[in-house]
């Protein structure tokens, strides 16, 4: 008789277990569900995640010539980003090496949106605005840092077509803002629009010495990068769309003072046509 309430205790037990483990924990929580809750999401990276739609989303969206379209909801999540190095010797290329993003759960672009204009040659979209810009820092095996600015700012890009299809692939260029913004004070007390014209110790040189002037004379840089989206998954019911991303950009050029190099990312692409 002492054994019942120690098995009913016990019972008890695997039953909260199994519901804790069949109700959803926030592993299973997809960022654009209902019923999720700001706990739900809060310091687990989810928000970085990008929404996804159904494998069997294989249709196609038809577009008229000459209609009024947008595409809107753009979410860009970078998984994969590579650094090109310059080779160790002259008989070697320089190769993209993947690094490691440092940024902490910020590197996704979203609610991007633009114009897609639909036309007998084909499709063309025009970026308008959204979260279109972030900045990213990447480590290389080699231990060295660069920073760059992720962005689909002024986003042209066209593609071949009358409609949305999981063949179409975008393709074209955008602009890469500066990292650093005008007001930024290096460690030494330079920046653009404040700070110091030269830094203490080095007026004897002379501030405009060779070695000294791209340090000195700070300058706004904005960059191109060339960027292709494809769609792989499309949901006529809906409009949305999912697929992949991949592009190349120049990294930070520290407003003028270190030397740019090739930054390649790639990673996950939703998004979703809108007809006006």
């Known amino acids: ?40 999401i809060r310091n687990t990276g989810k928000a970085n995640d990008c929404p996804t739609i159904g494998d069997s989303a294989r249709g196609s ?23 090109k190095e310059e080779p160790k010797n002259i008989r070697q290329v320089a190769q993209f090496v993947e690094g490691k993003i440092l940024t902490r759960y910020t590197s996704s672009l979203d609610e991007v949106f633009g114009d897609l204009t639909v036309t007998e040659s ?3 979209f025009q970026e308008k605005g959204g979260i279109d810009f972030q900045p990213i820092t990447v480590l290389v095996p080699g231990g060295e840092e660069f920073p760059f600015t992720f962005s689909s700012k002024s986003l042209d890009a066209k593609a071949d077509g009358s409609g949305i299809t999981t ?5 074209g260029t955008y602009r890469t803002p500066s ?14 629009t404040t700070g110091v014209q030269y830094a203490q110790g080095l007026i004897a040189l002379g501030g405009d010495e060779k070695d000294l002037e791209k ?8 960059g191109v990068g060339t960027m292709n989206m494809s769609i792989t998954k499309v949901d006529p019911e809906t409009g949305e769309f ?3 991303f991949s592009a190349i950009q120049p990294s930070d050029s520290d407003m003028g003072g270190r030397e740019v190099i090739d930054i390649k990312i790639s990673g996950e692409l939703y998004g979703r046509l809108e007809e006006l």
């Open 1 to 40: 008789m002492r054994i019942r309430p120690l098995l009913a205790v016990v019972l008890a037990l695997c039953l909260s277990l199994v519901t804790t483990a069949c109700s959803g924990d926030s592993q299973a929580v997809q960022r654009a569900a209902a019923n999720t809750t700001y706990d739900d």
């Open 122 to 124: 084909g499709l063309n």
């Open 179 to 192: 990292y650093r913004t005008s007001n930024f004070i290096d460690p030494k007390g330079r920046a653009l």
């Open 167 to 171: 063949s179409t692939d975008f393709e």
């Open 61 to 83: 969206i038809p577009l008229t010539v000459g209609g009024r379209y947008e595409l809107r909801d753009i979410c860009m999540h970078p998984v994969q980003v590579f650094a």
């Open 242 to 244: 999912a697929g992949v």
């Open 215 to 222: 340090d000195n004379n700070k300058r706004y840089i904005d």
